[in-house]
């Protein structure tokens, strides 16, 4: 019996070892400006594994394609647009301004009523006009701006000596 316990133990450490590259690899393939955004947009908050788990900021959030790459959605177009405007007015921002940048505009990327950051904040997706919050806008703006309104989406700060 101790013998094929062991054995056991041994072919499902085996097949941990044999699996933690895909892991890795899957954890590396996420694309670096979601894994900036997720916690940015605290959408990583209550999921430890947040980084293995692409529901919690699925690709749609920017694309129009589940997996990703072009064409971009409404709200990814305007992320695009930040981008263009601010380098013409001679400021170049890194994806997290940009980001923090669009959600204090106001704006309303994909025209369903609710500005991008009230969107954010509601766990809904800003680029598609069908998700849009339960809430009305009237109780979800009191409560945004209760939690901090776009400030809570300004970019982490850099930790001392780094």
């Known amino acids: 019996m101790r013998g094929a316990r062991m054995k056991g133990v041994g072919l499902t450490l085996a097949g941990l070892v044999l699996l933690s590259p895909l892991l890795v690899r899957s954890a590396e393939a996420m ?8 916690p940015q947009l605290h959408l990583t908050e209550g999921n430890e594994l947040w980084d293995l788990d692409r529901r919690v900021m699925p690709c749609t959030y920017c694309h129009v394609n589940v997996d990703g ?8 177009q305007a992320i695009q647009a930040t981008f263009a405007s601010e380098a013409k007015a001679g400021r170049h921002l890194t994806f997290p301004q940009a980001l923090y940048t669009l959600l204090q505009a106001d704006s309303d990327a994909d025209g369903d009523g609710y500005p991008d950051a009230l969107e954010v904040y509601a766990k809904t997706l800003p680029g598609d006009p069908v998700s849009r919050p339960e809430q009305p806008l009237d109780e979800l703006r009191a409560a945004f701006a209760a939690a901090g309104g776009a400030e809570q989406f300004a ?3 850099k ?4």
């Not at 694309?31 to 997720?38: G, K, S, V």
């Not at 930790?159 to 780094?162: D, S």
Request: no cysteine.
């Open 159 to 162: 930790k001392a000596g780094k």
């Open 31 to 38: 694309p670096r400006y979601r894994l900036q955004a997720a």
């Open 69 to 76: 790459g072009a064409p971009w959605n409404p709200f990814g």
């Open 155 to 157: 970019p982490p700060k």
